[in-house]
């Protein structure tokens, strides 16, 4: 990880924020799946904010979806699956297709959550979810 964060530390000081967001996520990663989890939900919503920022609306979906499958692990399923429904309903506007390691790195969240908290439950956040707009979506992942 500290290359990751010598990465984010040298686009920072560049100001190159495209560079940056794209070292974000990678970092994030490495978090997460080294069990840093709050740490990786930190870098992935400053991401999130930077890539709102620059008015990318694809961008911004992959960030959700991270933050979905994030939220899914630390075990809050109504929380993944809201994310998760406002991803998907910003995916189906951007007409954006998730790249073929998207699933790896991801996850199911949903199938997890309907394992957890019931099938019931899920599709209601999910409706829910669908029904945010962008900025709601945003303000709800900051959320803690």
Same mark, same amino acid.
């Given at each position: 990880?500290? /290359?990751?964060?010598?990465?984010?530390?040298?686009?920072?000081?560049?100001?190159?924020?495209?560079?940056? /967001? %794209?070292?974000?996520?990678?970092?994030?990663?490495?978090?997460?799946? &080294?069990?840093?989890?709050?740490?990786? $939900?930190?870098?992935? =919503?400053?991401? =999130? %904010?930077?890539?709102?920022?620059? !008015?990318? $609306?694809?961008? &911004?979906? !992959?960030?959700?979806?991270?933050? &979905?499958?994030?939220?899914? @692990?630390? !075990? +809050?399923?109504?929380?993944?699956? $809201?994310?998760?429904?406002?991803?998907?309903?910003?995916?189906?506007? /951007?007409?954006?297709?998730?790249?073929?390691?998207?699933? +790896?790195?991801? !996850?199911?969240?949903?199938?997890?959550?309907?394992?957890?908290?019931?099938?019931?439950?899920? %599709?209601?956040?999910?409706? @829910?979810? $669908?029904?945010?707009? +962008?900025?709601?979506?945003?303000?709800?992942?900051?959320?803690?």
């Amino acid at each position: 990880m500290p /290359t990751f964060e010598e990465a984010v530390a040298f686009f920072e000081e560049l100001g190159d924020r495209w560079e940056l /967001t %794209d070292s974000l996520i990678p970092l994030g990663n490495a978090l997460r799946f &080294s069990g840093q989890k709050e740490r990786a $939900r930190g870098y992935y =919503l400053r991401g =999130l %904010d930077l890539i709102v920022g620059a !008015g990318n $609306r694809q961008m &911004s979906m !992959g960030f959700l979806f991270l933050l &979905s499958a994030l939220e899914g @692990e630390l !075990g +809050r399923h109504q929380r993944a699956v $809201r994310l998760w429904g406002a991803a998907e309903a910003a995916r189906e506007v /951007t007409g954006a297709v998730a790249p073929p390691v998207a699933g +790896r790195i991801i !996850g199911d969240p949903v199938a997890a959550a309907r394992q957890a908290i019931g099938d019931e439950v899920v %599709d209601r956040a999910l409706a @829910e979810g $669908r029904a945010m707009d +962008r900025d709601a979506a945003i303000a709800y992942a900051h959320e803690a």
